[in-house]
């Protein structure tokens, strides 16, 4: 009997709650929370600065959620808002990186490549290609799926 879908199913959900729990025990050591991660990580990939849309579309969460990310961060001073001209419309507003943001990123990304190197250990550099790519291979399959099948009802 074929147990893909299990076997899929379940590593999935299980590489998530260890990555959540891991977010959760690196993010305590800055004193902030799983769910600024994904932010903060993007902000440090992008020095120019990124507005909540584009953090929305990049981290893969809802609006309020990136709004919430982002005013916490803010009042933690880890992240500044530069406003446009005419102050009418925020949503373009470019959230950036203040000096301690980047030094929080800093440790951020040292604790990132640690944590993926022990997730990696055994693999040769091949294989990680190899599973990295096909994880973006499926990942993009079922997002078509989920577009043609959602259209068919």
Do not use: W
């Not at 076997?7 to 260890?18: A, H, K, V």
């Not at 440790?107 to 022990?118: H, N, P, V």
Request: net charge neutral.
């Amino acid at each position: 009997m074929d147990h893909r879908f299990e076997t899929f199913s379940l590593s999935i959900l299980e590489l998530n709650r260890y990555l959540q729990k891991i977010k959760e025990l690196e993010m305590k050591q800055f004193g902030l929370k799983a769910s600024h991660t994904m932010c903060l990580y993007y902000l440090g990939q992008h020095p120019e600065g990124l507005t909540a849309t584009q953090l929305t579309e990049l981290c893969k969460e809802d609006k309020a959620a990136v709004s919430r990310c982002l005013s916490q961060l803010s009042d933690r001073q880890l992240v500044v808002c530069e406003q446009p001209e005419d102050h009418k419309r925020s949503y373009r507003s470019h959230y950036m990186l203040t000096v301690q943001g980047r030094s929080v990123v800093s440790g951020i990304q040292t604790r990132i490549k640690e944590a993926l190197s022990y997730g990696g250990r055994g693999l040769t550099e091949e294989r990680r290609r190899d599973f990295y790519g096909t994880l973006a291979i499926i990942s993009e399959n079922l997002s078509d799926y989920l577009t043609e099948h959602s259209q068919q009802k």
